[in-house]
């Protein structure tokens, strides 16, 4: 991957695409850039390039992003989130897959079932919402091209949700706020691969490392997911006047990247880091070095249901366990990093020896923390 070259060069490097850009990695670069949102714009970022992220929240700069996220925030925090457990647990229980299947598949289907209970209480037309969503899962041009039609569709569908919501949706919840419609969309378009790519990968390796399959350390597990494929492996802003990093000028209207997917993989920063091991989230991590949803106020806006989406979606599995058949969980950068696939996997009945494995796994990780 051309970033990786990069990264070889140093802490900050240039690139040269259809424009030149700055990438930078580094703490401390993850912390100038996230943390000032007058300087680091999000208009004319990457974002803006493809249709599924350009509105809304997404697009929205300082001053007015604060307001806006103040208005988004509290239907999106853990509190809000709670009642929707039981009913998600059950949407899972009824999409269990049968005992050999294709992670990928499954998860896409599983998450856009999940988003539609939680968006829209199950109500959106389903071959509508995965017609919106499946360019998503697809390399570069798909999730690029223009679908006015589609789009609109999808806007009207949305509309009628928000004029008409069912109780408890978020359709229902953010009824109230301006472009109600438009923040749903993207929301749901921010939510989707970025969710299902991240639960995939989980059920890869939760096949290879059955001795991970206990409730108990999934959040362990989730995080060493996320550090190893941040599916927002690449961020962007344009800077709004001239910065200074150390010695080197980034004038006006530069385009600037930071790459969660470099920082998680730094050796400075990690030990071993290409290694799969879900106990060095039991210790600390790295400030401003662990960033799969961002940082600072742009901080991804669905952080609490990503999370509670991937915990309920895998805890079935651990009342068994999990083997790999074939696969390739090799990431392909696009929009969102994706892995090759296909991943299949068997779902299998749990032995006594391997509930023994994990039980010795969950008493290490918590004596860990
Ligand atoms: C594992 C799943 C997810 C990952 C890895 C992820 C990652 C990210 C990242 C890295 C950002 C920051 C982008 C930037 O700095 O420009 C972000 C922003 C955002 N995410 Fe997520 N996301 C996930 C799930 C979701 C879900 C479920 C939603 C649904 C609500 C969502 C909605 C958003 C929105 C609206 C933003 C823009 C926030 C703003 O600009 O203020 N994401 N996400």
């Known amino acids: 991957m051309l970033l990786q070259e990069g990264a070889q060069l140093g802490g900050m490097f240039r690139l040269r695409l259809w424009r030149p850009v700055v990438v930078g990695y580094r703490p401390e670069w993850n912390r100038l ?27 929205t700069d300082a001053p007015a992003h604060r307001e806006r996220r103040q208005a988004l925030n509290p239907h999106l925090f853990t509190r809000s989130l709670r009642p929707w457990e039981h009913r998600l647990a059950e949407v899972v229980e009824r999409s269990l897959p049968p005992a050999r299947f294709e992670a990928l598949e499954w998860a896409s289907t599983t998450v856009r079932t999940m988003l539609d209970e939680v968006f829209f209480g199950g109500r959106l037309d389903g071959d ?15 999730p690029f091209l223009p679908r006015r039609r589609l789009f609109a569709r999808m806007t009207r569908a949305i509309e009628a949700e928000v004029a008409d919501p069912a109780p408890g949706s978020l359709a229902e919840s953010l009824g109230h706020v301006d472009d109600a419609a438009e923040e749903l969309r993207v929301s749901l378009a921010a939510g ?3 969710t299902a790519h991240t639960l995939a990968w989980a059920l890869w390796h939760l096949s290879e490392h059955p001795e991970w399959c206990d409730v108990e350390t999934l959040p362990l597990v989730i ?11 690449l961020g962007s802003r344009v800077t709004s006047c001239e910065v200074v990093v150390g010695d080197v000028a980034l004038p006006t209207d530069t385009l600037v990247l930071y790459s969660p997917f470099l920082s998680h993989r730094d050796p400075v920063l990690w030990s071993d880091p290409q290694r799969f ?12 070095g662990f960033l799969p949803f961002g940082a600072g106020e742009r901080t991804c806006l669905g952080t609490h249901l990503a999370r509670m989406i991937l915990r309920i979606a895998l805890a079935p599995f651990c009342r068994g366990e999990l083997r790999a058949v074939a696969g390739d969980p090799t990431p392909k950068a696009g929009l969102t990093l994706r892995p090759g696939g296909p991943l299949v996997v068997e779902r299998r009945p749990v032995s006594l ?17």
């Not at 509508?128 to 798909?142: D, E, T």
């Not at 091991?277 to 401003?288: I, L, M, V």
Request: charged share 25%; aromatic share 12%.
């Open 128 to 142: 509508l919402l995965a017609a919106f969503l499946n360019p998503l899962h697809r390399g570069f041009p798909h």
């Open 223 to 233: 995080d060493e997911i996320l550090r190893l494929y941040p599916s927002g492996w």
């Open 353 to 369: 020896a391997s509930a023994e494995g994990r039980r010795r796994v969950g008493e290490r990780a918590a004596d860990d923390a």
């Open 277 to 288: 091991d879900p106990a060095r989230f039991a210790g600390s991590r790295p400030a401003w």
């Open 33 to 59: 850039v996230l943390r000032d949102l007058e300087t680091f714009r999000s208009r004319g970022s990457f974002s803006a390039l493809t249709p599924y992220l350009a509105g809304g929240i997404v697009l």
């Open 192 to 194: 989707f691969d970025t």
